[in-house]
């Protein structure tokens, strides 16, 4: 089950579970829509992985599978360009 992380790992902008702005590569490292395609060309600085949209969770199952609360910021980490080499 997805974590639905709730910030952009580059900016901490806040990405709610109903978020269409949220962006996420296979390991759930997390982006905003604007961080993702202006700034990391719509690739994951943490694997090389596509960034892609996140599925939104209904509303109605929140309360039985609820959204993370782990905020993860790595703005250093946010270049296009030089991958960390280590999947998150």
Known sequence: MLEL???????DRDLPPSSPDARICSFECTFCASCAEQTLGGFCPNCGGALVARPIRPARLLARAPASTRRVLKPAGCAPAGLSGAAP
Do not use: A
């Open 5 to 11: 992380r709730p910030n952009c790992e580059c900016c």
